[in-house]
């Protein structure tokens, strides 16, 4: 279940998660966040980016960025995935291309999307790193997606 969103600080320009990692689904996320026609359009990127990673094995994706915000126009979603049981061969090239500015994600899946073990800022991880609320620096909540349900896809 997504929590509400909570002002977190004076120095944070919009409402986020709670600290934590809060378990959700592809039809509450819709629900909570894919409010508006450019949102919507966030968001099938994202349920297509979710796809793919589901398709090489992966099972677990965090979601975060101003897409799971109060922020009224996000520029697009940012997360991390866990690598356990991907097979490297089966996933998406584009999911494997980090680039500058991660441009090629951007393009095909409107976000970008890390393995969640690599360093995300020094010393932490992509999965620490998405924590951390950049205006206050202060710990905010992200989102956990099981993409493992009965061998479905989202």
Request: include cysteine; proline fraction near 10%; aromatic fraction near 12%.
């Amino acid at each position: 279940m997504i929590p509400a969103l909570i002002d977190l600080d004076p120095r944070t320009p919009w409402p986020v998660l709670p600290p934590g990692i809060h378990d959700a689904t592809i039809a509450e996320i819709e629900a909570t966040f894919a409010t508006t026609p450019h949102r919507r359009w966030l968001f099938d990127g994202f349920v297509r980016a979710a796809q793919a990673l589901a398709a090489a094995g992966c099972r677990t994706l965090y979601l975060d960025g101003s897409f799971v915000t109060g922020k009224p126009h996000p520029e697009d979603f940012d997360g991390c995935w866990e690598h356990a049981g991907v097979d490297l061969s089966l996933l998406d090239p584009v999911l494997k291309t980090f680039e500058p500015k991660r441009l090629k994600q951007k393009r095909k899946f409107f976000g970008e999307l890390f393995p969640a073990q690599l360093p995300g800022a020094p010393g932490m991880t992509f999965l620490q790193f998405f924590q951390i609320e950049k205006y206050s620096q202060r710990s905010k909540g992200i989102l956990r997606v099981s993409l493992a349900v009965k061998g479905a896809t989202p």
